[in-house]
Each structure stands twice: as C-alpha cells, then as structure tokens.
Nanobody
C-alpha cells in the first residue's frame, strides 16, 4: 500500500521561498501522475502542479507558473515542490497526491483524478 507524507510547511513573509517534500512509501507505477494540491478554509481543493511519474513532464496552475517548480526523484522516491516569490494568497494546506494517468497525460490537475493522498502540510504567507 502506498503512503504519502508531506513535510516542509512553514510560516514565511511574502516574497520568501519554501520547499515542500513528499516522501512516498511503496511503489508508484510509472504510469501515474503525481501532484501538489492546496486548500484554504472554506474553499475547494485546487491543483497546483503535476508531473508524470514515468517521464517528468510537468504542468502548473496559472497562479503559480514561474514561481513554483515540481520535481520527482525516482531513486529517493520523493516528490518536491519548490516555491518562490510567495504571496499571501498562497497560504493553504498543501497536499501531495498520486493517481493513474490517462494516456500518460497529467495536465488535468483535478483532485478527482487522484486517489492516493497525504495528510497535508501548512504553508502560511504573511504580508
């Protein structure tokens, strides 16, 4: 059984940087998508970034393009999210997730496409 555990959440000032990590216990099929999602109180969970586990093709929500970078280390079996130039609106609980891809495409960063979830790590950005 695959288990995902996020770490790295913290409180930072606007303009700062953070790096989130997701430790994967158990094998992830290369034909899976892996992604980062976030959710603020009272709002729906939204996709932030995704990557194809077998090939490294990445996708980003428009709100984070140019500021966030998702990466996958298949040797260490981890998923990372490097965040820079953080804004108060980036404040949320961040979740790591995995799910089967459709035709090796991970561009649909929708929570409904993912069936394995971590517990989340909190990111707070103050102005």
């Amino acid at each position: 059984q695959v288990r995902l555990v996020e770490s790295g959440g913290d409180s930072v000032q606007a303009g700062g940087s953070l790096s989130l990590s997701c430790t994967v216990s158990g094998p992830i099929n290369n034909n899976y998508c892996m992604g980062w999602f976030r959710q603020s109180p009272g709002l729906a969970r939204e996709g932030v970034a995704s990557i194809y586990a077998g090939g490294g093709v990445t996708f980003y929500a428009d709100s984070v393009k140019g500021r966030f970078t998702i990466s996958r280390d298949n040797v260490e079996n981890t998923l990372s999210l490097q965040m820079s130039n953080l804004r108060p609106e980036d404040t949320a609980m961040y979740y790591c997730a995995a799910g089967p891809s459709r035709f090796a495409y991970c561009g649909d960063i929708s929570p409904s496409s993912y069936n394995i979830w971590g517990q989340g790590t909190q990111v707070t950005v103050s102005s």
